[in-house]
DNA sequence: CTAATAACCTAGTAAAATACTCAGGTACTA
DNA sequence: TAGTACCTGAGTATTTTACTAGGTTATTAG
């Protein structure tokens, strides 16, 4: 499980694709320009996200990305993995002969960890995330609970 | 919160010497050679821990590094923010104008995420790490609890 | 229709991080 | 006092990151 700042700009972006959500096609020069990142490493980082079918790209004028899924159906660990080429859990595994059996043990106790962080990351999606801010300012007086699942957002795309 | 390769080469070092704990110092040679990492690059992320009081070099014959605290003292989030210099909590936070808010908005949101991941792997220790497997094989009887604390180790250091 | 728009694609490149090597030094202990 | 093993720092190859440049293709507003 690899986490770095590549990560961090992709989620970054998906979350801007997040929050205009209703608003139809988010452009990858706006993107560019509110979250400042470069727009042709935006487009290498979205044929990435295409490629995985976490966005749809519409062409033309008026066009732009859009979540192919709805934002609370879209992990954080998802946009990560899809940027990352997943996973590398270790090289060890099947090939090597595991000298004493050490060299495996130690493997197979991060292999669990990045598992871990997978399923971490996979419980927080982009609409929790969003939500959870945007309560806070606009519903205040309602009780919430540790359900991080977006309430009110029951509208089908496409 | 960076999470990549070099903090896999400390934590697994680091698990090294937890399951050794019991048995005294462990030289950087016999990690080298049994986890297949390069002995000078070793002694540079030891550096790192040693610096943040990780671990403990002892010198001469029959000398190596100890774990400074006791493996269920010491959690992964530790080891990987003593290697990679901390949390870079992104660049806007109070420098720069933050133009449409927008820009913050997601700033503060990755610096969310940060923090809970950093919470999360806080939680796990050398300790929980290693006993999981152990436990496993050896007291399969035992009923265990969902607790992480290692069992039968208050053997005090120093 | 056509011209603007924006996705899509490919290659290259500077800067940084990673992983490692080399060459010494220092402290400890047997 | 010799040897072990920590410790330090400088240098380097590789990889990744982040970006630039220059195009092609599909779509649509006018």
């Given at each position: 499980m690899r986490l770095s700042t590549k990560g961090r700009y992709a989620v970054t972006a998906m979350l801007d694709l997040a929050i205009h959500h209703a608003e139809g096609p988010v452009t990858l020069a706006e993107i560019s320009e509110s979250q400042g990142i470069s727009l042709s490493y935006l487009e290498q980082l979205f044929a990435r996200l295409r490629k995985h079918e976490l966005v749809v790209g519409l062409r033309g004028p008026g066009g732009g990305y859009r979540l192919s899924r709805r934002p609370q159906d879209i992990s954080v660990a998802e946009v990560i993995t899809a940027i990352g080429e997943g996973?590398?859990?270790?090289?060890?595994?099947?090939?090597?002969?595991?000298?004493?059996?050490e060299r495996c043990l130690t493997h197979v106790l991060w292999t669990r960890l990045g598992n871990e962080i997978y399923e971490f990351l996979n419980g927080i999606t982009l609409a929790s995330f969003i939500e959870r801010d945007n309560v806070n300012q606009v519903i205040r007086r309602q009780q919430q609970g540790l359900d991080v699942m977006a309430p009110g957002l029951n509208k089908t795309v496409a």
């Open positions: 996973i590398d859990a270790t090289q060890c595994e099947g090939k090597e002969n595991c000298q004493e059996g």
